[in-house]
């Protein structure tokens, strides 16, 4: 008895904080018709992710944090014209496209070009800018007196996946094509670190590179030295799904802003951008200009990056942090629950009755399916298919919390059901006979004699899939759920500081999952010293009981 109370508190303490994470992340209410446009928040200068609403930024669906940069302020201007408020939807490169055409957001205005290939899925408007290729590279490296593609030969050059910045490379004569890379976060990373030569880009995220690190310094290119590209190609345009009936209004806005306003709006947002190196370090590469419309400053300090974006980004990566809790939390609870109804059905004895045969094998054979299917794929992969599948098949609108808790839930349950009808099996067969014995139902023996010994038997195990969820949910950035490695990325992507954000992050991914399996350690030695001087099974318990009775 002391064993059951030990866990049904625990169960009702964990079901209690999952319920108050829960309500606290649910939710997004307004009273005006909305404007939901999708970008990344993390490539300033077009767009980035800060702490407050400061210079016009917007606030985040799902999210304490703000959205700002060059494509906030024309979202912000179209939202007005169309009298509708505006929302951002924050999610990873690859998920822009399959949240516009599920219907998850209205408009994509993330620094997108209107290449030939996307315009086979997503319908644009007129062109809102223009920008020029460059190359960003390592200021410490070989190539930063380069003047042209010719000086790249050998070069490891890379750029974001399924963008024309990645197709131009092949336009460098000897280069070292590198895969492509999801995300310009982990380009920086990958370049800070030795790891490539370059990346391409666009002028003005180059501009802000190299001005925020001085590790990085931008290669711009004279006229038939550079990239040959179309108009297409270094145009940009916002994202519609097609036959969108705003789409002529959003044009005739469009056109209402002339070229002049545009370059003072993109100067303005790089002004604007946060600002994370005020360590005083000298960056002879950027020329006057750039730092000037940057805006940097020189104040110094000796107060170590680690501890410093520690200090100033703790609340984001306590919310991140909160919400991994929550997910891999609830996930595991659920995936457990559906593990042990799964695995009791599963050794149950075949029913005699044709009927109920026929049903017990129908079952059978779809958990296997599901089972196999959640076991055999990737979770991001299941992320993509049943968030945005889900919309664009059957016209389902998930909030992005709750699909992040059903996948994490339903894929744990595949591998749990596994665990839980082996656990079963490992109970002695002597103990369903001697709970048979004393008349004890079906029920009665699974709940009073096999269910507490398969949950301290599999509680390792659980314990162990707990962990695993608080790092699985990482993937879970590519639906827009701000959970802890995506705060660090918008941090990492708005302070070029990649090694000491993902340390801070590193270190709090350790603690979570440390202090999840030291409190998991309790209970188990809870258990076993409850259960100490004695392992008789409960039904044996039962039935020198009710001997005894019978003797007397």
Known sequence: MTNKRTITIFWSLVLFLSSFFLLTNLGYAADKEKFTVGMEAGYPPFNWTQKD?????????????????????????IADDLDKELVIFKTEWDGLAPALTSGKIDAIIAGMSPTAERKKTVDFTDVYYNSNLVMLVNSEGNFTDAKSLADFKDAKITGQLNTFHYSVIDQIPGVKKQTA??????????????KIDGYVTERPEGVTAQTLNPKFKMIEFEAGKGFNTSPDDTAIAIGLRYNDPDKAKINQLLASISADDRTKL??????????????GSEQDEVNEADQAIVGQTEKKSNEPWVIRIARENGKAFLRGAGTTLLISLVGTIVGTIIGLAIGIFRTLKKPTNTVARFFNKLLNILFSVYIEIFRGTPMIVQAMVIYYGSAQAFNIDIN??????????????????????????????????????IGMTHAQTMWNVVIPQVFRNTLPAIGNEFVINIKDTSVLNVIAVSELYFQAKTVAGSNFRFFDTFFVVCVIYFVMTFTVTRILRYIERRIDGNDSGSHMSYANQMQVQETEKRGA
Do not use: H
């Open 53 to 77: 609403d400061s210079n016009g930024a917007v606030p985040i669906q799902g999210s304490k944090d703000y959205a700002g940069g060059y494509d906030v302020k024309i979202a912000q201007k």
């Open 181 to 194: 890379m999801d995300n310009f976060p982990a380009m920086r990373v990958a370049l800070e670190s030795g």
């Open 266 to 279: 993109m100067d303005q947002a790089i002004s604007q951008q946060p600002n994370m190196d005020d360590n």
């Open 400 to 437: 992005p919390l709750v699909a992040a808790l059903f996948i994490v839930s339903i894929n744990t349950g595949a591998y749990m059901t596994e665990i839980i009808r082996g656990g079963i099996y490992a109970v002695d067969k002597g103990q369903f006979e001697a709970a048979e014995a």
